[in-house]
């Protein structure tokens, strides 16, 4: 029976995780697709065009808004971030699992727009642990530590909004909980209506002797 491809929105405060998490998804299990964002933020050394990003000027960002060409779009921190539609669209025509990587606002557009969407949100076992991640990370500057902390709290204020809670305590086990949530979710039998009806009929016209 062929799947329906899930749209997986994954937030989460800066420095909780969340690219480890989704390498690690897409590196074990063919079935997910990781959705590489626009954004105007600058490149932080290593990342590479189309990549980690596109990264592109405020200009061709707002070409993109004009058309159309994002599913949603954000700004977090001073730059824009957005998810381009047509990679979600096609991957999610495949049946594959399409990972978006994205913070609050995103979320909340993708959820109006795909209520189907499974949303989760990251956090590690205690703040302490995250301060220690951002500051080891070394690629932000104190102030713009201090920002993402800042947006930090007002993203926590949104945390119920999200399916579900995963602790990024272990990176391993934090993966293998994410893939059962997936997998579990494609169990959900509205996902399912095709293999229900199919079942239904199958076994009317066999009660009936046919
Ligand atoms: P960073 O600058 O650390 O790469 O990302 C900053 C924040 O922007 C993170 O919370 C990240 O999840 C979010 N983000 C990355 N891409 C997108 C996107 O396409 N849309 C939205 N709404 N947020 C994004």
Known sequence: MAREGILIVLSGFSGA???SIVKELIERY????????????APRPGEEEGIAYFFKSREAFQQMIAEDALVEYAQY?????????AYVEEQLAKGKDVLLEIEIQGA????????????LFVTTKDIQTL???????????KEVITQRLKRAVEESEGMEEYDYLVINDQLDTC??????????????????QAFVGKVREELKRFSKGE
């Open 131 to 141: 301060e220690q991640r951002l500051a080891g990370r070394g690629t932000e500057t």
């Open 175 to 192: 993966v293998k909980q994410i893939h059962s949530i997936i997998e579990s979710e494609h169990l959900k039998t509205r996902r399912n």
């Open 17 to 19: 995780g969340k690219g």
């Open 77 to 85: 921190v001073d730059n824009y971030y957005g998810t381009p539609r």
């Open 108 to 119: 909340r557009k993708i959820k109006e727009q795909f209520p189907e969407a499974v949303l």
């Open 30 to 41: 063919e079935q997910y697709a990781l959705s590489i964002s626009a954004t105007t933020r």
